[in-house]
Nanobody, 123 residues
Framework: QVQLVESGGGLVQAGGSLRLSCAAS????????MGWFRQAPGKAREFAAT????????FYADSVKGRFTISRDNAKNTVYLQMDIVQPEDTAVYYC????????????????WGQGTQVTVSS
């Protein structure tokens, strides 16, 4: 059974930093492209970042580019999202997702999803 378990969310002040982790099990992690998505209250889910199998290619939404960094450790079956200079508009539930096809900003491509971790940024 595939499981993606996010952790690291919490309350942070604007301008601060937070690192999210997503631990994967039940799949061959090194064969899956990984992504982070987020959903704010009352809004649709949106793409944040994605990373290739080996970690050499990354892509970001314009809203987080230059502030967030996605990375992965295939030996630990874990993908990370380093969030720096966070803003109140970053408040959302953050989800990690996995797909075997490629880096993508479309949630429809991803086959497995975690349960999410709440990030709240206070002003």
């Amino acid at each position: 059974q595939v499981q993606l378990v996010e952790s690291g969310g919490g309350l942070v002040q604007a301008g601060g930093s937070l690192r999210l982790s997503c631990a994967a099990s039940g799949l061959t992690f090194s064969r899956y492209y990984m992504g982070w998505f987020r959903q704010a209250p009352g809004k649709a889910r949106e793409f944040a970042a994605t990373i290739s199998i080996g970690g050499g290619s990354t892509f970001y939404a314009d809203s987080v580019k230059g502030r967030f960094t996605i990375s992965r450790d295939n030996a630990k079956n874990t993908v990370y999202l380093q969030m720096d200079i966070v803003q109140p508009e970053d408040t959302a539930v953050y989800y990690c997702a996995a797909n075997p096809h490629g880096t993508s900003s479309s949630g429809d491509v991803y086959e497995y999803w975690g349960q999410g971790t709440q990030v709240t940024v206070s002003s």
